[in-house]
T-cell receptor, first 116, second 113 residues
Framework: AAGVIQSPRHLIKEKRETATLKCYPI?????VYWYQQGPGQDPQFLIS???????DKGSIPDRFSAQQFSDYHSELNMSSLELGDSALYFC???????????????FGPGTRLTVL | LAKTTQPISMDSYEGQEVNITCSHN???????ITWYQQFPSQGPRFIIQ???TKVTNEVASLFIPADRKSSTLSLPRVSLSDTAVYYC??????????????FGKGTRLSVIA
């Protein structure tokens, strides 16, 4: 079965540079979530989109922005990168609107961002 | 959101049944209990979800007492490949779906041969 695709899988950037992470949800899934997991930390919710509109906002820095496109893929744009942004960034997708107990999120393999 | 408390780590031998208990004393009436599993450098994976009593699937069982202030994830006959971090999440699920997950401190399970 098709899974969530994230690209790139690994990314190395210098401080103050920008980065763009991409997420392709499972076909027919219309909701995308972004999570950040620092070294030794638990995943933290950043932001989510449902039907191309932002649905929830978590602990996403102002330097980051994201959007969901007409084909439901999503991009996380990160600017003025800092050393503390080094982390695994996971994208998850679900079939929004199904609601209740059937709203299961499926995670991608993650993008490992290293800021030097 | 209800605060959850889990053991930081657990060790088990292969073939044993593992029970991980999660405390959530201030669980709300409309909160569900969901467990996710995460292997190193991989995204979390849904294991099981329940509201009350007992839920069982092909991977695990979830036991929830009547007061719902705790829950226990039961993994039957674990193998080395079950070594992972297990997260207990408690929160409401919207009728419209797209509910963000709030991860707390998970339990690091180590299965020993």
């Amino acid at each position: 079965a098709a899974g969530v695709i994230q690209s790139p899988r690994h990314l190395i950037k210098e401080k103050r540079e920008t980065a763009t992470l991409k997420c392709y949800p499972i076909p027919r899934h219309d909701t995308v979530y972004w999570y950040q997991q620092g070294p030794g930390q638990d995943p933290q919710f950043l932001i989510s989109f449902y039907e191309k509109m932002q649905s929830d906002k978590g602990s996403i820095p102002d330097r980051f922005s994201a959007q969901q496109f007409s084909d439901y893929h999503s991009e996380l744009n990160m600017s003025s990168l800092e050393l503390g942004d080094s982390a695994l960034y996971f994208c998850a997708s679900s079939l929004g609107g199904s609601g209740g107990a059937s709203d299961t999120q499926y995670f991608g393999p993650g993008t490992r961002l290293t800021v030097l | 959101l209800a605060k959850t408390t889990q053991p930081i780590s657990m060790d088990s031998y292969e073939g044993q049944e593992v029970n991980i208990t999660c405390s959530h004393n201030n669980i709300a009436t409309n909160d569900y209990i969901t467990w996710y599993q995460q292997f190193p450098s991989q995204g979390p994976r849904f294991i099981i979800q329940g509201y009350k009593t007992k839920v069982t699937n092909e991977v695990a069982s979830l036991f929830i007492p009547a007061d719902r202030k705790s829950s226990t994830l039961s993994l039957p006959r674990v193998s080395l490949s079950d070594t992972a971090v297990y997260y207990c999440l408690v929160g409401p699920l919207r009728n419209s779906g797209n509910t963000p997950l709030v991860f707390g401190k998970g339990t690091r399970l180590s299965v020993i041969a």
